[in-house]
């Protein structure tokens, strides 16, 4: 199975996040004999919206030219904390015939989707009123 690997981290405070992504994503790819074909990833972006993000539009296009299978992530909120933001990627790639997996939940359907959306959502929320407190 081609995958490929794409890992995010929001502020420049977390210089290696992306990196540990990338070795975890990497590690499962391994144990699981996939065929790494693409590693893409966006640092210091927020996870509050998909817009502007250069390695996730990479690796939209990239889909779609059908470089690889399958995308590898650490966890949902890796793509977006934002729930219409990760449902539209989701319907994009399922378009496309390209399944999601991510380390902490596994092949991600619709009810990932709807649940993890949500939580996500509830998390950027929390963490919004906490900033401006």
Same mark, same amino acid.
Do not use: L, N, Q, R
């Given at each position: 199975m081609r995958v490929a690997i794409y890992a995010r981290h929001s502020t420049d405070r977390q210089i290696t996040s992306s990196h540990d992504q990338i070795s975890r994503c990497e590690a499962y790819c391994l144990a699981k004999n996939y065929q790494i074909t693409? =590693?893409? %990833?966006? &640092? #210091?972006?927020?996870? #509050?919206? /998909? &817009?502007n993000r250069p390695g996730i539009s990479s690796l939209l296009m990239a889909a779609f030219d059908n470089r690889f299978d399958r995308i590898i992530c650490e966890d949902l909120s890796r793509i977006s904390r934002d729930q219409a933001d990760?449902? %539209?990627?989701? $319907? $994009? /790639?399922v378009f496309v015939g390209i399944e999601? &997996?991510? =380390?902490s939940e596994g092949v991600i359907n619709e009810l990932h989707i709807g649940l993890k959306g949500t939580m996500n959502a509830l998390y950027l929320k929390d963490l919004s009123d906490k900033t401006h407190r």
């Open positions: 693409d =590693i893409y %990833h966006d &640092e #210091a972006f927020s996870g #509050a919206m /998909m &817009e990760v449902a %539209h990627f989701f $319907k $994009k /790639m999601v &997996e991510t =380390i």
